[in-house]
Structures are given as structure tokens and as C-alpha cells.
């Protein structure tokens, strides 16, 4: 995507808190409590298994679903009782097509037209997005005769040509290959530091939040578990669950039956005679190797216990059912708050 036309964008990312929201679908309670504060210019993931509440918290966010309790501010503005069409906010969601009998600069200019943006600015503005996400040659086509990261590069220009505050996206690559995914994930990741627009991003890819994310936010059952910057979230994590979610974690018990856990990449084999922090012995049951290292999954009684080791690990000898003794540092531990 093209950023020659950033300096007219005018984009400036302003902060979010949402305070003690709770909502329910009739009986049902999705949200529980929810508090989160999301920094100016902050790429923060809703991170969390199916029907956590992610999307019912997005469009709270965005103002289509009402909430029980609670509010949400902008910028230090209550913005709970002002309609959609007020909010500077800006939507790319999975299945929130393109109008599909409108050209794409018909797409575009859409939002504006509610805004009753006229005339020249209004062909100037669609200009712009067009070119942000380069898709300026394809004005004049139908989405059904783009590809798929196309038409979701047109549904990003889409909400970029309100100049929002907030971007808000749900799961918005999800439908797309692994290699496209990944070239919008980087020209994403590309636009927001050169937009510095606040977003707040949905996905259940646990690997799509750690590459674009500035901070994660884990749901679960409509409550927030844990939240913060993403190394955080990773190297100390304060529930086996979380460690579980973000990232492999294999879950053992101290002597006092306390679980810990340690990630696969923290294990190594352990060499004869080498005096390890800990240490465990398990069976093979299958080494796969894959590319840039060897995953050996192994039990250790009725758990099942991985370790991710170097392609110069001599994996000799551990085929299934061998018996391997795994070391690893008692710095690498996880240990849980709760
Ligand atoms: N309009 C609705 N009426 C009643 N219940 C709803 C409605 N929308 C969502 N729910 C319920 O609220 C819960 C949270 O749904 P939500 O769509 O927010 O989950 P999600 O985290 O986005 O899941 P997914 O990853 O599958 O998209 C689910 O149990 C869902 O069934
Ligand atoms: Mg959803």
C-alpha cells in the first residue's frame, strides 16, 4: 500500500476506555465487566476462542449493540448514547461485504455520502484511500470481479476514508490464504505505524495477534482474563490458560501440586551427565520435523509434553516409544498467579 498521500490523511489515534461494561442477550450475559483502557495509536487484539464475545464487544465499541452498564469514552468523552453515524469510528469486518452491484469508488465514497461529504472533496478523499491501500486502478470495477485481498483492501479503504479515531476490524483476513494473510498482515502493520489511527483487532489466531499487536487482550466466556503489552502476555502469563492460548505451553506439577508450565522452546534434550535445573523423562511418540527445527511429542505419564529443538539436535534413537530425559532452566518457568 502507498503512503505518498499520508501527510493529507490527517488521522490522529485517540484513546479508548470501556468501563464496566456488561450486556446480556436477553438472560444470557456475553459481557462481564468489562475494563480495558487502549492507548492512543495502540494496535490492541481481542484475543479469545468462539463466542467469547469479541465481536458482540466490537460492536458495542462501534455502537450497534446497546449495553446494560457501564460506558465508553473516547478521548476522555462519554461516547455510550452517541449513534453510529456520530462515532469517528471505522469498521472492516469478515463478512461485511462490499455492496456488490456498486464500483469500488461507489464502495468507497459510501461513508462519505452519510456524511454528506460533496463534490470535489468527496472525489479527492476516495482518491486518497484508494491509493492508500493501492487499489486507485480498480475505481471503476465491481468487487466480485476482484480477488479476495483485494476486496479486503477496498473494505479497508472503505473505513479509512472517514478518517476515524478507532479502527475496528473483526477477524478480517480470515477468509483469505496464508500467504495473502500474511502480505496484509505486514502492509497492516505498515499503514498503522504510519497512520498511528488506534485499532482494536479481533482474531482467534493466537499467531495473527502476536505479529501485529502492540498489546492482547485474552477473553474468555465474556470476561477479560488478562490483558497487556504482548511480551508480557507471553513470558508471564498469570493463568495455565493463558499460557495455553498465547503460544505451546506443556503444563507439569511441582511437589506441592502446584501446576507451572514451560513452552516447548524453552526444552531441550538433555545431555548425559548435564546437572539441570529440572528435568523430566518421558516417551516418544512422534518427532515431526518442521523446517526451521523438529517438534518431539512426547508423554510424561498421562500428559502430553512437547519440545521444539534446533535442526543440529542429533534426533537419532528417538523414535517412538524411546524413553528421552528433557531438561530446561527454572528461569524459563511459568508460574501462575492463580
Ligand atoms: N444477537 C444475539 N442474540 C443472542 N445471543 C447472541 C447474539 N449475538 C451473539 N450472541 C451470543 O453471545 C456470545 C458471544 O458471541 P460473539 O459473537 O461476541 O462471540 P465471538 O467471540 O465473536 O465468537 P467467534 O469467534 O465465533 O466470532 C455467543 O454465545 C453468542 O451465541
Ligand atoms: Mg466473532
Redo the contacts with the bound molecule.
Keep these: 500500500m502507498k503512503t505518498s498521500s499520508l501527510e493529507r490523511f490527517e488521522l490522529q489515534g485517540r484513546p479508548v476506555s470501556i468501563v464496566g461494561v456488561n450486556k446480556s ?2 438472560n ?1 450475559q ?1 459481557l462481564h465487566d468489562i475494563q480495558l483502557d487502549i492507548a492512543a495509536g495502540e494496535f490492541c487484539t481481542l484475543l ?10 466490537l460492536k458495542v465499541l462501534a455502537g450497534f449493540e446497546p449495553f446494560d452498564q457501564g460506558r465508553i469514552e473516547v478521548a476522555g468523552r462519554d461516547i455510550s448514547h452517541v449513534p453510529v453515524s456520530k462515532r469517528d469510528i471505522g469498521m472492516v469486518f469478515q463478512n461485511y461485504a462490499l455492496f456488490p452491484h456498486m464500483t469500488v469508488r461507489d464502495n468507497v465514497s459510501f461513508g462519505l455520502e452519510m456524511r454528506n461529504v460533496r463534490g470535489q472533496e468527496r472525489r479527492r478523499r476516495v482518491d486518497e484511500a484508494l491509493e492508500l491501500v493501492s487499489m486507485q486502478d480498480y475505481s471503476e470495477r465491481l468487487p466480485g470481479s476482484l480477488s479476495g485481498g483485494q476486496q479486503q483492501r477496498v473494505a479497508l479503504a472503505r473505513a479509512l476514508v472517514i478518517r476515524p479515531d478507532i479502527l475496528l476490524m473483526d ?1 478480517p483476513l480470515g477468509a483469505l490464504d496464508k500467504n495473502l494473510r500474511q502480505s496484509i498482515q505486514l502492509q497492516l502493520k505498515q499503514l498503522h505505524r504510519e497512520l498511528g489511527i488506534t485499532i482494536v483487532y ?1 482474531t ?1 489466531d493466537q499467531e495473527e495477534a502476536l505479529h501485529l499487536s502492540d498489546s492482547i487482550v485474552i ?1 474468555e466466556k ?1 470476561r477479560v482474563v488478562q490483558s497487556g503489552p504482548v511480551r508480557d502476555l507471553y513470558f508471564k502469563p498469570n493463568s495455565s490458560f493463558v499460557a495455553c492460548f498465547l503460544g505451546e505451553c506443556n503444563l507439569l506439577r511441582d511437589e506441592a501440586g502446584r501446576a507451572f508450565g514451560i513452552r516447548p522452546e524453552d526444552v531441550r534434550i538433555r545431555s548425559a551427565n548435564e546437572r539441570a535445573d529440572h528435568s523430566v523423562q518421558a516417551q516418544v511418540e512422534s518427532v515431526i520435523f518442521m523446517g526451521s527445527g523438529s517438534k518431539i511429542v512426547a508423554r510424561v505419564g498421562d500428559s502430553a509434553f512437547t519440545a521444539n529443538v534446533a535442526n543440529t539436535t542429533p534426533l537419532d534413537g528417538y523414535e517412538r516409544g524411546a524413553i528421552v530425559e528433557f531438561a530446561f532452566d527454572e528461569q524459563r518457568v511459568l508460574r501462575f498467579a492463580a
Excluded at 479469545?48 to 464487544?57: E, H, P, Y
Design positions: 442477550y436477553g444470557y456475553v479469545g476462542a468462539s463466542g467469547s464475545g469479541k465481536t458482540t464487544m477477524e479481533v482467534h477473553m465474556g
